[in-house]
């Protein structure tokens, strides 16, 4: 190799680390600021801000299109209100507001199958809206007070929603029902088995809020305010385990990406606890911002945590499980990362 060609290998090597230290352009870290009522658009490995997108009033979860050009923030209202903000990421713009009436208080969401599902906790519902039209195009209730989170399986059959003041977990399954008998009994000759959603609930504990489902949909993991660890099994629709954290305030939890612990954090005292998911072990324990909400990087191998009070996201890292970073938020919530090319500095 000759002097010029060395050169150049030399140059296009500081190139890419320069790169990486700055963040690959086809990316985004987006971080709600109920403070200002913006989404912060940052890098995601700086954290410089590139933008700041104004939102609704009360904006609390976000969530992204697989191809990166939209985001979706909720807007809860504490059940009052009916709005989802619909972001234009490669402008840097609010392009839109979805309007969910009759469904009150759009909180948790999740986007599944070109399907936005939503929480309606002002209702007691949840539904799903179609992205093209912003057209709500099924919902039902859960009869359940706080209807909060939600979680959709891949195959959009299966959902997981908690209900906060009832101390429940719904689990809404899509199966072949036959239609009610009627007073004569005798069956219709027309009448045939359709699919349906049926709801079982799962008592929890008073205040369970934050939840997730395991990589491989077998469990899903609840707290409550008392530091409770509540596992369900999702197979059988019942609670398998309890682990008693001792995490006064526990508010959020987490799979780690490759589903073997478990990250809870409190919003009353900041600590911040590490499950092992088959042991139930406690594997470690830390103390960092008062945390509202997780936000799992698996690229990044780090989980973000909203420390709504005390405004920042915290960064952790998953493999040491130490905090490496703080990054200054007025009142953070919602987290996410997109990725899409043409996302701007």
Known sequence: MNSKSSLVLVVAMLAMAVQARAGTPDSALLIISKTDHVVEVRDPVSFAVRKRIPVGPDPHEIEVSADGRSAYVSNPGYGAL?????LDLPSGKRRVRFDTLPLLGPHGLALVNNQLWFT??????IGWLDPQTGRVEWAMGTGQDTTHMIHVAPDGQHVYATNVSSGTVSVLEQKLVMPAMPPTGVMPPAAKPRMDWVQTLVP????????DVSPDGRELWTVTPTGAIVIVNTGLRAVTATIESGLEGAHRIRFTPDGLRALVVSVKTGNVAFYDVRTHALLKSLKTGRGAGIYMDAAGNRALISCTPDNFVAVLDLATMQETERIPV????????ARFETVQR
């Open 204 to 211: 929890v504990g008073q205040g369970a809020e934050g939840f």
């Open 82 to 86: 009916h709005e989802i903000d619909v």
């Open 120 to 125: 309606a906790q002002g209702s007691k519902a």
């Open 330 to 337: 007025g009142r953070p919530d919602g987290i996410a990362i």
